[in-house]
């Protein structure tokens, strides 16, 4: 997506320095645009937690010029979605990236630690543009402008106000008010293990999810391999906290795996300072963009992790976001409603489709299951994710046009 030449240099105010939040001050500074991120971390560090970057993240990564410094760390998968029998370990389904996925779709898919990623983006984004302790506490806008107030009781203004502050936005709560969220009964737990006390099938390359009855559980290596990322599923139970920072028993984790696969036992036996928390469930909004003012990545469309998208989406609406706003520099409000039109329905689809999942990935072993297993192994699945894999904000134009 190039610069517009008849755009403006417009004056933008990101609330939330996270990873859609810092791809999008990337790609506005790149289009020439003045930019000021309020983050209200008083510094950038992002918690132990691994993600996945499919081609559709790789190749806007590429584009905005952090690949190199992304690559230095991350792992590039050589098996993705590598979907495995709870009881003996059976694969009932796999993508061969290693061969195939730069051919389909000409970028490779990779898995990373957050922080790594956090911090490719950020060395793109210049010091002074990014102000960390700052939290959004007050918003407000007229047709001039926006005007935010921090904590401090200081006041910034801007042309428009990007609301990047995710799951627990400010934004969107000014915007839509405060619609809480409900539980999902579901749980998560993370932890890293350091690879010399993981066992050898958890060192390989590849994204790997065993899943069974209520429960599923993914790893792969992260950090150059110097790490396995786990990360399990399982009922909430009265369990409520959405603190990523929680930590919780090792015992309490094994427990939850129990019977599974001896291999998989000993993987959770080596995890470290395991946390936990509650999955929490919010419908999809029907409208992110009011006035000079739009919500961006999860503070937009927060989804469950199991299409492993989440990031990856914010950095979609990242480049589409600056996209739109260099194209109608002259009118801020008709290029943040063409942001919103331009990257709703996919959001939404996925936000749908990861929704789906939880009740699929966790069938009790019986004929609902056995139907499951079969579709699973039915087809292509590396083609099956086109959908997800093809996508290019620099095409999404021309296409939603003629659709």
Request: proline share 5%.
């Amino acid at each position: 997506m190039s610069h517009h030449e008849n755009s403006r240099p417009i004056r933008v105010a990101i609330a939330g320095g996270g990873i859609g939040g810092l791809s999008a001050a990337v790609f506005l500074l790149q289009q020439g645009h003045d930019v000021m991120v309020f983050e209200q971390a008083p510094e950038l560090t992002e918690v132990g937690a691994g993600l996945v970057m499919a081609p559709n993240a790789v190749r806007l990564l590429r584009r905005m010029g952090a690949l190199d410094r992304f690559t230095s760390t991350a792992v590039q998968l050589e098996q993705g979605w590598e979907f495995r029998r709870w009881e003996d370990g059976t694969v009932l389904s796999v993508e061969d990236l290693g061969a195939r996925c730069q051919e389909l779709y000409g970028e490779q898919t990779y898995v990373s630690h957050r922080a790594d990623l956090l911090e490719a983006i950020r060395s793109l984004v210049p010091a002074d543009r990014l102000r960390l302790g700052s939290r959004v506490a007050a918003v407000a806008q007229d047709e001039n402008g926006v005007s935010l107030t921090l904590d401090d009781g200081t006041t910034h203004t801007a042309e428009v106000l990007i609301g990047a502050d995710g799951v627990h936005s400010v934004v969107r709560q000014h915007l839509v008010g405060a619609a809480p969220a409900e539980y999902s009964g579901m749980s998560a737990f993370r932890s890293l293990v350091p690879a010399e006390k993981a066992p050898e099938f958890a060192r390989r390359p590849s994204q790997t999810l065993w899943i069974g009855p209520d429960h599923h559980l993914v790893h792969y290596p992260v950090s150059s391999g110097k790490y396995i990322n786990l990360v399990a599923f399982a009922p909430a139970g009265d369990y409520t906290r959405e603190s990523w920072t929680a930590t919780v028993d090792l015992d309490e984790f094994q427990a939850e795996f129990r019977g599974w696969d001896p291999r998989l036992q000993e993987l959770i036996a080596q995890a470290e300072r395991p946390g936990r928390w509650a999955l929490l469930d919010r419908a999809p909004l029907k409208q992110w963009s009011y006035g000079r003012i739009t919500l961006m990545g999860d503070a937009a469309h927060p989804m469950f992790p199991f299409f492993a998208q989440g990031a990856a989406q914010s950095i979609e609406d990242a480049a589409v976001l600056a996209d739109s706003i260099s194209r109608h520099a002259e009118d801020l409000e008709t290029a943040l409603v063409e942001y919103q039109d331009r990257r709703i329905e996919r959001a939404t689809q996925l936000q749908v489709a990861s929704h789906a999942r939880k009740d699929i990935n966790h069938l009790p072993d019986g004929p609902a299951q056995q139907a499951r297993d079969a579709e699973l192994a039915d087809g292509d699945p590396l083609v099956k994710a086109s959908w997800i894999y093809s996508y290019d904000p620099a095409n999404d134009l021309e296409t939603s046009v003629t659709a």
